[in-house]
C-alpha cells in the first residue's frame, strides 16, 4: 500500500457541481493532515489542515476517518477558479517516517467547466 | 508581511555541476523544509532545518546537502549532478509554536540539468 493515495483523476465537473475527492494513508500514527492546491507550474497552497471532528471553510469541507485512515475533501457550487490539481498530505505518513516529513499523495486534477 | 522567498526562480546547469538554492522563510517562522517535485508527482521530502541543523531526512543521497544560517534561511546544496535531479524545489516554512505545524511553501526553483 502506498503511503498516501489518491485516485489521479482528471475529474471535469461543470460550474455548480458537486466534487469530493478521497484519499488514503497508511500510517494509523500519522497525526497531521491537510488539503494543498497547485495550479500550473506554482507552488502547493495551503487549503485546510484536517481537524478529528472534521472543519468547513466555505464552500470546501474535510473530514477525516482514522479508523479507516481516510480523508475527504467536498467542494461545494465549483468555480472555474477552482481548477487546479488537489494534494493530499500527511505528516508521518509511514512509519519510517519522521513527524516532521510531510507526505504527499500524486494528486488529483480537477477541470470545473463553464 | 512576505511569504516564503526562494532565488533564483531558474536554473540551467549540466550534468557534474554543482547548483546552491536560496530560501528566505515567511516572517515568524523557524523551521525550513526542502522538497523536490518532478514533474506530474507530488513533492518528495528532502530535509528539514531547524536551530541551524538538519533535524529530518527524507530518501535523498548525500549529494543533497543543506545549511541554516542564525536568521533561519536556508540554502539547498547539490553536488554532481544527474539529469534526474531536473525538477521543481520548493521551499517550506513552518513554526516550531504552531499547534499544526502547517508548512508553507516558496514559488520554488526550476532546475534543468543537461
Known amino acids: 500500500r502506498k503511503e498516501v493515495e489518491q485516485d489521479p483523476g482528471p475529474f471535469n465537473v461543470p460550474e455548480g457541481a458537486t466534487v469530493a475527492f478521497n484519499c488514503t494513508y497508511s500510517n494509523s500514527a500519522s497525526q497531521s493532515f491537510f488539503w494543498y492546491r497547485q495550479d500550473c507550474r506554482k507552488e502547493p497552497k495551503l487549503l485546510m489542515s484536517?481537524?478529528?471532528s472534521g472543519n468547513e471553510d466555505g464552500r470546501f469541507t474535510a473530514q477525516l476517518n482514522r479508523a479507516s485512515q481516510y480523508i475527504s475533501l467536498l467542494i461545494r457550487d465549483s468555480k472555474l477558479s477552482d481548477s487546479a490539481t488537489y494534494l493530499c498530505v500527511v505528516n508521518g505518513a509511514w512509519s519510517g517516517a519522521g513527524s516532521y516529513q510531510l507526505t504527499f499523495g500524486k494528486g488529483t486534477k480537477l477541470s470545473v467547466i463553464p | 508581511d512576505a511569504g516564503v522567498t526562494q532565488s533564483p526562480t531558474h536554473l540551467i546547469k549540466t550534468r557534474g555541476q554543482q547548483v546552491t538554492l536560496r530560501c528566505s522563510p515567511k516572517s515568524g517562522h523557524d523551521t525550513v523544509s526542502w522538497y523536490q517535485q518532478a514533474l506530474g508527482q507530488g513533492p518528495q521530502f528532502i530535509f528539514q532545518?531547524?536551530?541551524?541543523?538538519?533535524?529530518q531526512r527524507g530518501n535523498f543521497p548525500d549529494r543533497f546537502s543543506g545549511h541554516q544560517f542564525p536568521n533561519y534561511s536556508s540554502e539547498l546544496n547539490v553536488n554532481a549532478l544527474l539529469l534526474g535531479d531536473s525538477a521543481l524545489y520548493l521551499c517550506?516554512?513552518?513554526?516550531?509554536?504552531?499547534?499544526?505545524?502547517?508548512?508553507?511553501f516558496g514559488p520554488g526553483t526550476r532546475l534543468t540539468v543537461l
Open positions: 532545518y531547524y536551530e541551524e541543523e538538519e533535524r
Open positions: 484536517v481537524y478529528s
Open positions: 517550506a516554512s513552518s513554526s516550531t509554536t504552531s499547534f499544526y505545524n502547517e508548512q508553507f
